[in-house]
């Protein structure tokens, strides 16, 4: 069953406090080197039949109107995981 | 004067709501999320909890529920809508007032009897109180952070939509100490504060007078029926 998957990030100017929590952990574990850690959410939906321009319009619309609130996140991409055919990563 | 009080699955305070819609002489009527019909009431009530376990973001699913069709039609055409605490997160995702809430900037959940400015005395819920008055109502969330853009920070500070800021403490990191904010129109109001658990004496935060005598949150629905009454 072919999957788009849409990756969300909060926006660089607004705080994300888990990523901060998580930066702050890799300090305590004396992991140094890194600059921060931003978490952001991965929709994986599973579609009904093939991948349709239609199908594809509609879910980023969704990606924009549901999946993401655009005051405080980005829609960062949208792709095509067609499973028949192996992982497409085809950017959108 | 009936005010009407949405239950969605997850609410928490919404039988709280009703009671405070009572102390206050109006008649409360329970709503269902999963209707399409406000059964004719002249106000809304939003309630707090944690709608869909606060899923996707606090307030997004709810604000797509059945419902919510007819509460932005009623807001647009006017009628006094409030949204408390996840209400108000509902209202934000629902767009009819600005802004955002994200994760408490210290990531814990809190809960406290806040101390809050109220800044703007014209809207359908404020009207009760003095510009400028000092109130104190308990706060209870873990997503309560106020973000919006420079230029909407900017736009409704300048417009008088922000209606209450916290004062003293500022418990979540939200931006400008806000702590609620209206539409332009000023008929619909979200904040994260809970003024329907500062209503009746015995149950309401403590103030100088005696322990639990709180009741500030009282004046947030008598200002309703009062914008009702002179309309």
Known sequence: MPTIIVEVMPKAEILDPQGKAVAGALTRLGKTGYAGVRIGKRFEVSVDGPVTDEVLAEVRELANDIFSNSVIEDVVSITVDDAADGPAGETH | ?231
């Open chain 2, 1 to 231: 004067m009936r005010i009407g009080v949405i239950t969605f699955p997850g609410s928490l305070d919404d039988r709280d709501a009703q009671r405070a819609v009572r102390l206050a002489g109006a008649e409360p009527v329970a709503l269902w999320h999963g209707d399409h019909d406000l059964q004719k009431v002249d106000a809304v009530v939003l309630p707090g909890g944690f709608s869909y376990g606060d899923y996707l973001r606090a307030g997004a699913i709810a604000s797509h529920a059945p419902i919510m069709a007819e509460v932005i039609d009623a807001a647009n055409r006017g009628v006094p809508v409030l949204g408390i605490c996840n209400g108000f997160q509902m209202l934000a995702e629902a767009r009819l007032v600005p802004g955002a809430h994200t994760r408490n900037s210290h990531q814990q959940f809190i809960r406290r009897d806040q101390k809050l400015t109220v800044e703007n005395v014209s809207t359908a819920w404020t009207g009760e109180f003095e510009q400028g008055e000092e109130i104190v109502i308990p706060l209870k969330n873990a997503d309560g952070r106020f973000v919006a853009d420079e230029q909407t920070i900017a736009r409704i500070e300048g417009e008088g939509q922000v209606v209450f800021r916290y004062a003293e403490v500022n418990p979540n990191g939200s931006i400008n100490d806000i702590a609620g904010v209206s539409n332009e129109r000023g008929n619909v109001v979200g904040l994260m504060p809970h003024p329907e658990h500062a209503t009746e004496p015995g149950f309401g935060p403590d103030t100088p007078l005696a322990m639990r005598s709180g009741i500030d949150g009282l004046r947030f629905f008598t200002s309703a029926i009062s914008a009702l009454v002179a309309r």
